[in-house]
């Protein structure tokens, strides 16, 4: 049986009670080296085998995983953040398909709440925004062209911008070019709720030297829209004593 595990945004006690008794029950361990916060490696039994994903193809993780299947071992393989989010777990489960290899998949907290916690903000503030664009920008992975970050910022919705603290610049332009105003409020969290976390805040017109500044290039989410200013909202109607809920009756009434 294998475990597509989400380990969490970074700090070793944000991955779920449910990842955590996986991960101490597992004797084949593949994480992403680069992202996972290997703290979380102490939980691992003796003799559980560790391998780093950042040095394999897939290939190579699915040779590690056929192997522990005819030995009948337990395999978690460990993802940042949540695992749906640009985790590439639908190849991994296509090729654990083919093979007839079950497997389940354990959530995890993604970056994009972690960001949230650090800023800390709200993303969906009435009469702001309702929704979350979660994307990024074009890089080795292409976007398909009816979702260029252009066409979302049309909405001036809350974004969260993945993968893309490398291109700044870039990035900013195209927010601009869609229709946000260079003085929209905006964040960059740098390895949100891991020691070194960093909370940069700017405007989508200042993206670029901010991130220059305190030289961030990587591990970093960028969000923009109006609602990181965390104001001018109304509040909701769910906590209002004017209104009745299912559970809750008006002061009225
Ligand atoms: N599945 C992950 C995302 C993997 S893609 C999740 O749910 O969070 C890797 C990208 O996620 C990084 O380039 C960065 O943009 C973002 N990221 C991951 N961890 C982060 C963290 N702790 N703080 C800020 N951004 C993070």
Same mark, same amino acid.
Not at 205 to 221: F, H, P, V
């Given at each position: 049986?294998?475990?597509?595990?989400?380990?969490?945004?970074?700090?070793?006690?944000?991955?779920?009670?449910?990842?955590?008794?996986?991960?101490?029950?597992?004797?084949?361990? !593949? %994480?992403?080296?680069?992202?996972?916060?290997?703290?979380?490696?102490?939980?691992?039994?003796?003799?559980?085998?560790?391998?780093?994903?950042? =040095?394999?193809?897939?290939?190579?993780?699915?040779?590690?995983?056929?192997?522990?299947?005819?030995?009948?071992?337990?395999?978690?393989?460990?993802?940042?953040?949540?695992?749906? !989010?640009?985790?590439?777990?639908?190849?991994? $489960?296509?090729? $654990?398909?083919? /093979?007839?290899?079950?497997?389940?998949?354990? *959530?995890?907290?993604? #970056?994009?709440?972690?960001?949230?916690?650090?800023?800390? $903000?709200? %993303?969906?503030?009435? &009469?702001?925004?309702?929704?979350?664009?979660?994307? /990024?920008?074009?890089?080795?992975?292409?976007? *398909?062209?009816?979702?260029?970050?252009?066409?979302?910022?049309?909405?001036?919705?809350? $974004?969260?911008?993945?993968?893309?603290?490398?291109?700044?610049?870039?990035?900013?332009? &195209?927010?601009?070019?869609?229709?946000?105003?260079?003085?929209?409020?905006?964040?960059?969290?740098?390895?949100?709720?891991?020691? +070194?976390? =960093?909370?940069?805040?700017?405007?989508?017109?200042?993206?670029?030297?901010?991130?220059? /500044? +305190?030289?961030? /290039?990587?591990?970093?989410?960028?969000?923009?829209?109006?609602?990181?200013?965390?104001?001018?909202?109304?509040?909701?109607?769910?906590?209002?004593? +004017?209104? +009745?809920?299912?559970?809750?009756? #008006? #002061?009225?009434?």
């Amino acid at each position: 049986m294998v475990y597509i595990v989400g380990a969490g945004p970074g700090a070793e006690d944000l991955i779920t009670v449910r990842g955590l008794k996986l991960l101490q029950k597992a004797d084949v361990v !593949i %994480y992403a080296g680069s992202l996972v916060n290997p703290g979380l490696l102490k939980e691992t039994k003796e003799g559980c085998r560790i391998h780093d994903s950042g =040095k394999m193809t897939l290939e190579d993780v699915m040779q590690e995983i056929e192997g522990a299947e005819q030995e009948g071992l337990m395999t978690v393989r460990l993802h940042t953040g949540d695992p749906c !989010i640009y985790g590439a777990i639908r190849e991994q $489960m296509d090729a $654990m398909d083919a /093979r007839g290899i079950s497997y389940e998949i354990c *959530p995890g907290v993604s #970056s994009f709440c972690g960001a949230a916690a650090a800023l800390p $903000m709200e %993303y969906t503030l009435p &009469e702001i925004s309702q929704s979350v664009v979660i994307t /990024r920008m074009e890089g080795r992975t292409s976007v *398909p062209k009816r979702e260029s970050i252009r066409s979302f910022a049309a909405h001036q919705a809350t $974004m969260v911008i993945f993968l893309s603290a490398g291109m700044l610049k870039a990035l900013s332009g &195209e927010l601009m070019a869609g229709g946000y105003d260079s003085a929209t409020p905006a964040a960059i969290v740098y390895k949100a709720t891991w020691p +070194e976390e =960093k909370v940069v805040r700017c405007t989508v017109g200042s993206l670029a030297e901010a991130g220059e /500044r +305190e030289g961030i /290039r990587k591990t970093a989410l960028i969000i923009v829209g109006n609602t990181v200013a965390q104001s001018g909202y109304l509040r909701s109607k769910l906590y209002d004593p +004017e209104f +009745e809920t299912e559970f809750r009756r #008006s #002061s009225h009434s």
